[in-house]
C-alpha cells in the first residue's frame, strides 16, 4: 500500500491510495464512496497524516510511543535519539522512556526542543535520578523491573543501540505482541524491524499508529 493519503482537513477526512477513509475514533480503515471533490484533497505523506491525527482530528492517539536505548550510549546512538525524540514530538506523539541519561535523556531533549511531552518511567525511588528534559517523572522504585512496564505501556518501541537492559524491554516488548523498530545497533531479535534513519524509524511508527503496517 503506498503512503500517499489525500486529507481534507476542514472536513476531516483522510483517505488512502486505495480510497479507503480513515475513522479516527475507531483507528480503522473503512471502503466507502469518496467524498465529492476528492481529486482537490491535499496529498500528504503518512507523518503529515500522523500530525493531522494527533492536533487536529480531535482524536489523537494518548498511548505513548517507546524508546529505549543504554544510558553508555554512543554520539551516533545519541544523535539518532535526538532526531526521534525531534520526529515523534512534530507529529504530536506522546513519548514513554526509562527516564535516565544517554538515549532516554537524548530522546527526552528532542521532544522538549519540539514542545513535546516525554513520560519518564524511573527504576528509582527519587524523582531526582530523572533527566531535566522530561515533562513527567514516575518514579516506580522498583528496579529494572520497570522495563516491563515501559514495554507494556508504550504502543510500540523504538530500540536505539542495545545493552542488557534494553534487550529485555525488546524481548518484552516482543512478547507482549507490540512492533519494535530497532536502529544504530539495535538487538538483532526475531521480529524487530531493523531500519537505517531515525525518519524510516517514525515512519514505521507513525504506520502503525495509523494501523497500516
Known amino acids: 500500500m503506498s503512503d500517499i493519503f489525500r486529507l481534507d482537513r476542514g472536513a476531516g477526512v483522510l483517505l488512502d491510495a486505495a480510497g479507503r477513509r480513515f ?3 475507531e483507528r480503522q480503515w473503512h471502503r466507502e464512496s469518496a ?16 500530525t493531522w491525527l494527533q492536533r487536529a482530528s480531535g482524536e489523537p492517539v494518548r ?24 520526529l515523534l514530538a512534530r507529529c504530536g506523539l506522546l513519548v514513554v522512556c526509562g527516564g535516565r541519561q544517554g538515549v532516554m ?31 513527567a517523572v514516575l518514579a516506580t522504585g522498583i528496579g529494572e523491573a520497570r522495563n516491563a ?52 524509524a517514525v515512519e514505521h511508527v507513525a504506520r502503525h499508529v495509523l494501523r497500516i503496517d
Do not use: W
Not at 467524498?35 to 500522523?50: F, H, M
Open 105 to 135: 535523556q537524548a530522546v527526552a531533549e528532542g521532544v522538549a526542543r519540539n514542545g513535546g511531552v516525554t513520560i519518564g518511567m524511573l527504576p528509582d525511588a527519587d524523582p531526582s535520578y530523572g533527566n531535566r528534559h522530561l515533562t
Open 35 to 50: 467524498p465529492p471533490g476528492v481529486a482537490a484533497l491535499e496529498t500528504v505523506n503518512v507523518l503529515d497524516a500522523v
Open 63 to 86: 498511548v505513548p510511543i517507546g524508546v529505549i536505548g543504554p544510558r553508555d550510549a554512543s554520539e551516533a546512538q545519541l544523535a539518532a535519539a535526538l532526531a526521534v525524540g525531534e
Open 149 to 200: 512496564l515501559i514495554a507494556r505501556a508504550a504502543l510500540c518501541l523504538v530500540a536505539i543501540g542495545d545493552s542488557y537492559g534494553t534487550l529485555s524491554e525488546v524481548a518484552l516488548g516482543r512478547q507482549f505482541g507490540k512492533l519494535v523498530v530497532g536502529l544504530e545497533g539495535a538487538a538483532r531479535v526475531d521480529g524487530v524491524v531493523h531500519v537505517g534513519t531515525p525518519q524510516d
Open 23 to 25: 475513522d479516527a475514533v
